[in-house]
């Protein structure tokens, strides 16, 4: 009884759907059938009206809210934001989060088996666009009996598909919320996850993506997430959390000395290999590169033009790796346009990470925007 | 006759001194005998009052002006700044570069013979701090005969010399001149100069310094040197120089092509091997990182009390390696210590880069600070 009086999300499993048909990729290629894994929190209402979708960064997955298992020890990647009484409430609210096509974690990737070869795709797979991964997700939710959303919300490459959600299914959406997002990644961007891919490259046990998975390229791997790491801190995190302090572990004259803030680095990176397919990493890399609203389309404007809904934008003071600037650049166009659209520049020492670490921070607009759709 | 037409410096050789003594690093070891490279442009008046020294940054040399030869494509890497009638005026001033000791372009570094082993030092070289260079370029100067500074002048890892020169050696020097330079190195800088490590480390060419000086680690420290340049240029200059354009040559949907950027790093970064040494670049980074002017002082207020010339500082608006607010941060001090401190933020595009790239930006105020010296 005891854990009903919190607001904890309750034990949630991961479901998969099968989705038997060929999607036509941006690429022109075909790929299917699909399976996606996603969860859901809270109940769909009677008119299936109350359903959000919340979409997920690079790295992250279908797990957003509550707990596997009594004994798990973290919840979801967004647990603090969803639960009952919580910012996306399940009292309310069937919230759903479902695992991109492309990644490692139930929904089909690189791991995933070939069926023209029986094997896994490995760099047979295709190059998906955050476009293709808004695609698959229309599938699913077809399946699943949702034809309207309340909101899409999420952060980084997630801000980038409730973006895509709002352009493409327009008839589908009533808002969007794109937090710490951007029209199209910028070179700097793409130069830092430049970094990462022939940080895996130079790793021998790579082979061209041919290792086995019990064999990640586990060097390369880490240091490629080292390179991420710090895009997605700030320099303020950083002196905030290390400072320059030196590892009381090592000689401040020895040549492998390090600094903590290298100690954590190298540890984090270490530990990521077993949780994720480096395949995976540098196919949702690619679609963050490729990633520009405008694809297609004639420019931004023209992109733009399509979201019709109302839209919510955060962006955060200390993001050095999708900057406000770049938020602002799609603000600005919605706003000559005349589009019912709300901007907030959050004061937040956290970097790009700022989004998962202070949402006390912008939710409250979150909570009065949700509110107003209402109404 | 023709090149007397031209303001450049002529042709000039890179020198070297041989220092027959022991220095005491201030990691406690020995270094010695030293070598220095150094170059020299312009004449020492008879009194000996007329020498500026030049500090060179990471991978700087002692060549900042003139050709090698008439055949030379490229110039020395300051030779903007460096000749008859510019800022640092070779009719007026004996300009001296030297080659910091830790390098491998000429100086005493981990390319040299141990002389307790008679074999390379690589890995058995001491660690050295900015503090032991500056010691070293003093025991140059006094070999040649030089007891007076007009300024010390550099960017970068040169700004960090020039410092150090100001508050060890206030007899000497009349004034200095740091340029996007910090008091101590950033968590943020430390954590790029730890993916560069990581970079060489996981190179199995590497073998922990022990590789041959033709099978140089070339893919981790190409990769490493990328780091770097990112580092060094900035989301403006990015989008300047690159924006998103896509590599000519490859498919957007080709799991290997590259953005424009991408390539870009990729060749700089293959070139590097083959112009410096692995090892000595890892060494240089330690250095970098460990750089804190209050080192061995009760903080940076009794280190900057020692400072009693002088001193002008520049910093650059997109520099976000030593940002601004690093420069500041000692102009600061200086100040409240009523110190004759002088300091102008410049609005350059070109990131940490400026000084080299944009020397006109703030090269008026350096012109002008050199004129108010002589009166």
Redesign the interface.
């Given at each position: 009884m005891e854990r009903n009086l919190t607001n904890d999300v309750q034990l949630v499993t991961t479901q998969t759907i099968e989705i038997d048909q060929e999607l036509r990729l941006?690429?022109?290629?075909l790929l299917g059938p699909l399976t996606l894994a996603y969860e859901t929190y809270g109940t769909l209402n009677d008119t299936a009206s109350n359903a959000i979708l919340v979409t997920h960064a690079w790295t992250g997955d279908a797990h957003a809210a509550g707990r596997h298992s009594e004994e798990d020890r973290k919840p979801g990647w967004w647990d603090n934001m969803i639960g009952p009484g919580r910012v996306l409430d399940t009292d309310k609210y069937y919230v759903i989060c479902s695992n991109v096509i492309g990644s490692c974690k139930g929904s089909t990737g690189p791991t995933s088996t070939n069926p023209q070869t029986g094997r896994p795709y490995r760099?047979k797979f295709?190059?998906v666009m955050v476009r293709d991964m808004v695609r698959a997700q229309k599938l699913m939710l077809d399946a699943l009996g949702i034809s309207s959303l309340v909101t899409v919300i999420g952060g980084s490459m997630g801000a980038m598909q409730a973006l895509e959600w709002g352009i493409h299914y327009p008839d589908m959406v009533r808002s969007i919320i794109p937090i710490a997002g951007t029209g199209?990644?910028?070179?700097?961007a793409?130069?830092?996850n430049?970094?990462a891919?022939?940080?895996i490259y130079?790793?021998?046990l790579w082979k061209k993506g041919n290792y086995k998975p019990e064999h990640q390229p586990a060097?390369?791997f880490?240091?490629a997430r080292?390179?991420g790491h710090?895009s997605f801190?700030?320099?303020e995190s950083?002196?905030m959390?290390?400072?320059?302090r030196f590892s009381a572990r090592d000689g401040?004259?020895?040549?492998f000395g390090?600094?903590e803030?290298?100690r954590y680095?190298?540890y984090n990176g270490n530990s990521f290999p077993a949780r994720f397919d480096c395949n995976s990493f540098?196919y949702l890399a690619?679609a963050l590169?490729?990633y520009?609203v405008s694809w297609n389309f004639s420019g931004m404007e023209e992109a733009l033009e399509r979201l019709d809904c109302p839209s919510l934008w955060f962006a955060f003071t200390s993001d050095?790796l999708y900057?406000p600037e770049q938020t602002e650049e799609v603000v600005d166009v919605l706003q000559k346009a005349n589009k019912p659209v709300t901007y907030h520049l959050i004061d937040s020492d956290y970097g790009h990470d700022s989004f998962l670490v202070e949402p006390e921070k912008f939710t409250p607009y979150v909570v009065e925007f949700l509110r107003q759709l209402e109404v």
């Open positions: 941006e690429s022109g290629r760099l295709p190059i199209r990644t910028s070179p700097m793409i130069a830092l430049a970094l891919r022939q940080a130079n790793d021998p060097s390369g880490a240091l080292a390179v710090i801190l700030s320099e950083m002196a959390k290390f400072g320059r401040l004259f020895d040549f390090q600094f803030v290298e680095l190298e540098l690619k590169d490729l520009d050095w900057r």
